[in-house]
């Protein structure tokens, strides 16, 4: 068995409220710091998670999760190793931007986005699709070095909501030909290459693919909600 114990995400949104700013910003690809309560909260993981047997820690290469790891890892006296294909969703144009004024400035675009983020992207940024085509190949290659052994893996919201749908799609579907429309990707050692559609798939999966972008949107709106 290949088991992905732990996916963790940093801090769930302390950055955004407290480290970027007290508004509601889009911080995606940017770069930001983690906030006091995050370091607070890490520590806190960390402490619960010392006494699991974890072999190998992995994060996102953006800084806040580099530190999330770090905490979490060092009662273990492991070094995370940072891998690029597991960083935040870009959010092209909106990133830094307050919701409200990307409401303001992007309505019609902030609307389509809302109800199919997997198939649509903000201007210059990643669909969840594009997401999916370097997020999944990468927890495969971590899996296959890890065999039998358990892994922690600190990404990002968005990014680990859509792995985690995507990974729930894979297992479930009822059709051997539906790794055709995942992204597609191929490996050699330790680096992958992929590429992904940019439209949905053509049915039957266009079901499951809908049901996962309505998942992601649900728990956005959740996660918003609370």
């Known amino acids: ?13 302390v ?8 508004a509601d910003r889009f911080s995606g690809a940017s770069d930001v710091d983690l906030a006091e309560e995050g370091r607070r909260q890490a520590t806190c993981l960390a402490q619960r998670l010392a006494g699991e047997p974890i072999a190998a820690f992995y994060c996102s290469p953006l800084r806040r999760a ?10 273990h006296g492991l070094t995370p190793a940072s891998v690029a294909d597991l960083r935040e969703i870009d959010y092209g144009l909106w990133e830094g931007l307050p919701r ?3 409401l303001a400035r992007f309505a019609d675009e902030y609307a389509a986005w809302e109800g199919d983020p997997l198939t649509l992207a903000p201007r210059d ?14 927890l495969r290659d971590i899996v296959r ?14 990014a680990n909501r859509l792995a985690l749908c995507g990974l729930c799609l894979l297992y479930t579907s009822e059709s051997k030909s ?9 490996a050699s050692g330790s680096t992958s290459r992929c590429r992904s559609s940019t439209s949905a798939p053509k049915t039957p999966l266009r079901k499951g693919w ?5 998942r992601f949107a649900a728990s956005r709106a959740s996660s918003r909600a609370t």
């Open 1 to 13: 068995d290949v088991r992905l114990d732990h996916l963790i995400e940093d801090a769930p949104d």
């Open 15 to 22: 950055y955004k409220r407290q480290a970027h700013s007290a």
């Open 66 to 75: 580099i530190e999330t790891a770090g905490l979490i890892a060092r009662p």
């Open 100 to 102: 409200d004024e990307v």
């Open 125 to 138: 940024g990643e669909t969840g699709l594009a997401v999916l085509a370097r997020m999944l190949p990468a």
């Open 145 to 158: 070095r890890h065999e039998g052994q358990r892994v922690a893996v600190v990404a990002h919201k968005s």
């Open 178 to 186: 539906s790794t055709s429309s995942l992204p597609t990707c191929s």
């Open 210 to 214: 809908a049901s996962m972008a309505r």
